[in-house]
Protein backbone atom coordinates (compact mmCIF):
# COMPACT_ATOMS: atom_id res chain seq x y z
CA UNK A 1 0.00 0.00 0.00
CA UNK A 2 2.95 2.55 1.06
CA UNK A 3 4.58 1.87 -2.49
CA UNK A 4 1.37 2.20 -4.41
CA UNK A 5 0.91 5.72 -2.35
CA UNK A 6 4.81 6.94 -3.48
CA UNK A 7 4.19 5.61 -6.63
CA UNK A 8 1.28 7.93 -7.01
CA UNK A 9 2.93 11.05 -5.13
CA UNK A 10 5.89 10.51 -8.07
CA UNK A 11 3.51 10.32 -10.70
CA UNK A 12 1.14 13.62 -9.81
CA UNK A 13 4.86 15.36 -8.97
CA UNK A 14 5.73 14.34 -12.68
CA UNK A 15 2.34 15.58 -14.27
CA UNK A 16 2.14 18.91 -12.01
CA UNK A 17 6.14 19.41 -13.14
CA UNK A 18 5.01 19.06 -16.97
CA UNK A 19 1.81 21.44 -16.68
CA UNK A 20 4.69 23.86 -15.42
CA UNK A 21 6.23 24.24 -19.33
CA UNK A 22 6.02 27.57 -20.64
CA UNK A 23 6.32 28.11 -24.34
CA UNK A 24 7.46 30.70 -26.06
CA UNK A 25 6.65 32.80 -28.38
CA UNK A 26 8.05 35.38 -31.05
CA UNK A 27 5.29 37.44 -32.78
CA UNK A 28 6.06 39.85 -35.56
CA UNK A 29 3.64 42.53 -37.35
CA UNK A 30 4.46 42.26 -41.06
CA UNK A 31 2.96 45.69 -41.33
CA UNK A 32 4.89 47.19 -39.09
CA UNK A 33 8.32 45.31 -38.88
CA UNK A 34 7.97 44.91 -35.09
CA UNK A 35 8.76 41.97 -33.25
CA UNK A 36 7.37 40.74 -29.73
CA UNK A 37 8.41 38.29 -27.43
CA UNK A 38 5.74 36.40 -25.23
CA UNK A 39 4.88 33.22 -23.49
CA UNK A 40 1.35 33.30 -23.82
CA UNK A 41 -0.67 34.36 -26.85
CA UNK A 42 -4.72 34.61 -26.34
CA UNK A 43 -7.12 34.63 -29.03
CA UNK A 44 -8.46 37.73 -29.55
CA UNK A 45 -12.24 37.09 -30.65
CA UNK A 46 -14.40 36.50 -34.01
CA UNK A 47 -11.89 39.13 -36.11
CA UNK A 48 -8.80 36.68 -36.18
CA UNK A 49 -6.52 39.09 -33.79
CA UNK A 50 -4.24 37.70 -31.07
CA UNK A 51 -3.98 39.21 -27.74
CA UNK A 52 -0.33 39.02 -26.08
CA UNK A 53 1.44 40.71 -23.23
CA UNK A 54 4.97 41.88 -24.88
CA UNK A 55 7.89 40.34 -22.34
CA UNK A 56 10.02 43.22 -23.35
CA UNK A 57 7.77 46.57 -23.02
CA UNK A 58 4.88 44.42 -20.29
CA UNK A 59 2.19 46.10 -23.09
CA UNK A 60 -0.89 44.37 -23.54
CA UNK A 61 -0.85 44.13 -27.79
CA UNK A 62 -3.17 43.14 -30.14
CA UNK A 63 -2.28 42.26 -33.97
CA UNK A 64 -5.06 41.99 -36.65
CA UNK A 65 -2.16 40.60 -39.05
CA UNK A 66 1.23 38.32 -37.31
CA UNK A 67 3.38 35.52 -37.75
CA UNK A 68 3.78 33.70 -34.41
CA UNK A 69 6.55 31.56 -33.89
CA UNK A 70 7.33 28.90 -31.50
CA UNK A 71 11.20 29.93 -30.14
CA UNK A 72 13.40 28.69 -27.11
CA UNK A 73 13.79 30.10 -24.35
CA UNK A 74 17.51 31.29 -24.86
CA UNK A 75 16.01 32.88 -28.02
CA UNK A 76 13.47 34.18 -25.89
CA UNK A 77 15.37 35.52 -23.62
CA UNK A 78 18.16 36.93 -26.03
CA UNK A 79 15.37 38.63 -27.59
CA UNK A 80 13.75 39.89 -24.63
CA UNK A 81 17.59 41.90 -23.82
CA UNK A 82 18.09 42.68 -26.56
CA UNK A 83 18.16 46.67 -27.33
CA UNK A 84 15.19 47.74 -29.73
CA UNK A 85 16.52 48.72 -33.17
CA UNK A 86 17.13 52.45 -33.89
CA UNK A 87 14.47 54.16 -36.65
CA UNK A 88 16.91 55.00 -39.46
CA UNK A 89 17.62 58.37 -39.48
CA UNK A 90 16.10 60.07 -42.61
CA UNK A 91 18.80 61.32 -45.19
CA UNK A 92 19.04 65.23 -44.56
CA UNK A 93 18.30 66.85 -48.14
CA UNK A 94 21.34 69.22 -49.51
CA UNK A 95 20.89 72.59 -49.12
CA UNK A 96 18.93 74.19 -51.85
CA UNK A 97 21.48 76.24 -54.11
CA UNK A 98 21.18 79.78 -53.23
CA UNK A 99 18.94 81.69 -55.74
CA UNK A 100 20.82 83.87 -58.41
CA UNK A 101 21.05 87.35 -57.74
CA UNK A 102 19.93 89.70 -60.37
CA UNK A 103 22.15 90.50 -63.03
CA UNK A 104 22.02 93.86 -63.38
CA UNK A 105 22.12 95.38 -67.42
CA UNK A 106 25.25 97.34 -68.30
CA UNK A 107 24.81 100.97 -67.91
CA UNK A 108 24.06 103.04 -71.52
CA UNK A 109 25.97 105.67 -71.92
CA UNK A 110 23.92 109.00 -72.02
CA UNK A 111 22.66 110.34 -75.35
CA UNK A 112 24.49 113.29 -76.27
CA UNK A 113 23.01 116.35 -77.82
Known amino acids: MKRKHIA ?3 MVGLIMSMAGCTN ?12 YYTSKVKDGGRTGAIKFE ?3 SKSTVTLQSSE ?8 FEAGVKAKA ?3 A ?7 APAAAAPVEAPAQPADPK
Open 89 to 95: QAPVPAP
Open 8 to 10: MWA
Open 85 to 87: PTP
Open 54 to 56: DAK
Open 68 to 75: VKEISEEE
Open 24 to 35: YYKVSDPGSGHT
